[in-house]
């Protein structure tokens, strides 16, 4: 069933597979949103939703998490970047995990993409692109800083959407839901530390020439706790619906444990069957 409602992806790299588990659920049981709004791994997450491929990116990065030409420190020696988004949506012919375009535009679902712009320090979104676009605008949500290069979007050079807005669940409040289900990747009283003196330096040496940008980097972990403390009182008041791990994650960014991964998909499986019956209950009153 389509609900009028927005559904809101957080990042996380390799944490997004939670996401993955809990969004794979929701297609299990026919649960569509009217809004889709993925940031980082929750944008890529957000577009396998969208096209309805079920088990899509937790196959992918089970069994291809270390073929190199996805995702490897050997790919700097031949000044490639380590993570090569490009490999998810490549065609690697009839028996591979090709990502199905058509299905994704032929969905009722909008899907918006937010990534930051370097030149202003703040968040852009992207909505139901195509295309070489469309890839262009989930790399650019999905590079992460001091990793990734900028992509050159339509909103000029962006990198990794969390710098700007981590849970973007102000842009569902932008499109006037007044429904609203947010899939973190952190448990719920995940809070972040102080940008560190030798991050702040690297934001300051790497991103000179975008001050905006560096101040959006160093200034990430107090927006990111505001945003955590507005997300609890608008679930408390029954204007979101929070779902969150429930023990800690301990899978890194770029986690070479493909146990851990496929237990983290699993996990999100598990929590999203275990308050399926709470999540329409909120969508349907």
Known sequence: MLYNAALVLEGGAMRGQYSTGVTDTFLKHHVEFKSVIGVSAGALCGANFVSKQYG????????YRHDRNYISPLRLLKREEILNLDFLFEDHGWDWH????RAYQRSASDFTIVATALETGKAVTFTNATGE?????LKASSSMPFVSEPQVTTAGPCLDGGVADSIPFDIAQEQDFDKIVVVRTRP????????SRVLSEMYQHSFKDYPAFVDAGINRPTVYNQQVETLDQLE????????A???PIKVKRLEGNVKKIRQLYEQGQAQAEEILADVLNYLEN
């Open 56 to 63: 899509r990116m937790a196959d992918v990065n089970t069994h």
């Open 98 to 101: 090709n990502f199905d375009e």
């Open 133 to 137: 676009e469309f890839i262009t605008d």
């Open 188 to 195: 719920r009283d995940y809070r972040k530390k102080p940008t």
């Open 236 to 243: 408390k008041d029954r204007q979101a619906f929070v779902i």
């Open 245 to 247: 791990p429930t023990e």
